[in-house]
């Protein structure tokens, strides 16, 4: 059972335009993370989002956690071909007892020029 | 600083052997850990370790040990490979603890098992 669900998986959009991921899921967690990983390559961090309503910009990234904390999105406006990769977003939360890092299944990006 | 190191970057072994992926972090980071990758799944986590001889278990352990027996190294051991652990693993670190912070990752070891 996945505790983190992303969608779309898959997206191919052209340069310039706007698209949206959204990492859902049925936990509370204390923070939510988002990564970006390029091909042969480990995911790097993004963003830390802790405050439910919070919203974070990088660029032509918009990051958003939920209010409720269990529910974040990335938006990003006008697309480049540099944007393409694997974003993964990755959930704190208590899990057996210690608390741990919950990876989404990722959204795969492709932007063409 | 090299970061997060791993090797070997490829590997392919027969069912039935065993390995030793290596990973190592300069960063003098308390927490490290191990992820496989499977497409459609994300990264799962396998063992981590937050400290100098403590090591626990994650999400998928099975088939797997860990050790830690300096803060800069964490191998990872397959003891019987199975086909079924034919993924891209990667090895993580970072400061304190396993949530909330930011996870250093290394370029990952890719494994066929055959």
């Known amino acids: 059972t996945q505790l983190l669900e992303q969608s779309p998986q898959f997206l191919s959009i052209q340069e310039g335009e706007n698209l949206t991921v959204y990492c859902n899921s049925s936990?509370?967690?204390?923070?939510l993370q988002w990564y970006r990983q390029e091909p042969g390559e480990g995911p790097v961090l993004l963003v830390t989002?802790?405050?439910?309503?919070e919203v974070k910009k990088l660029k032509r990234l918009t990051f958003q956690f939920g209010d409720a904390r269990k529910d974040s999105s990335l938006h990003i406006t006008a697309a480049q071909p540099g944007d393409t990769g694997l974003y993964l977003c990755?959930?704190?939360?208590?899990?057996?007892?210690?608390?741990?890092?919950?990876f989404g299944q990722g959204t795969r990006l492709t932007i063409n020029p | 600083n090299a970061g997060v190191t791993q090797t070997p970057k490829f590997q392919v072994l027969k069912t039935g052997q065993s390995m030793t992926l290596q990973c190592a972090q300069d960063?003098?980071?308390?927490?490290m850990s191990w992820y496989r990758q499977d497409p459609g799944m994300g990264l799962r986590l396998i063992h981590y370790s937050v400290g100098a001889g403590i090591t626990d278990q994650g999400e998928v352990p099975n088939g797997y040990n860990v050790s830690r027996s300096t803060t800069e190294d964490f191998p990872l051991r397959l003891l019987s490979a199975a086909p079924s652990q034919t993924s891209v693993y990667f090895c993580a670190s970072s400061p304190l603890g396993g949530g909330g912070e930011t996870q250093y990752f290394g370029p990952g070891t890719r494994l066929l098992v055959l």
């Open positions: 989002v802790v405050t439910g309503g």
């Open positions: 936990s509370v967690f204390s923070s």
């Open positions: 960063m003098n980071h308390e927490y």
């Open positions: 990755a959930g704190v939360g208590i899990i057996q007892g210690a608390q741990k890092l919950v």
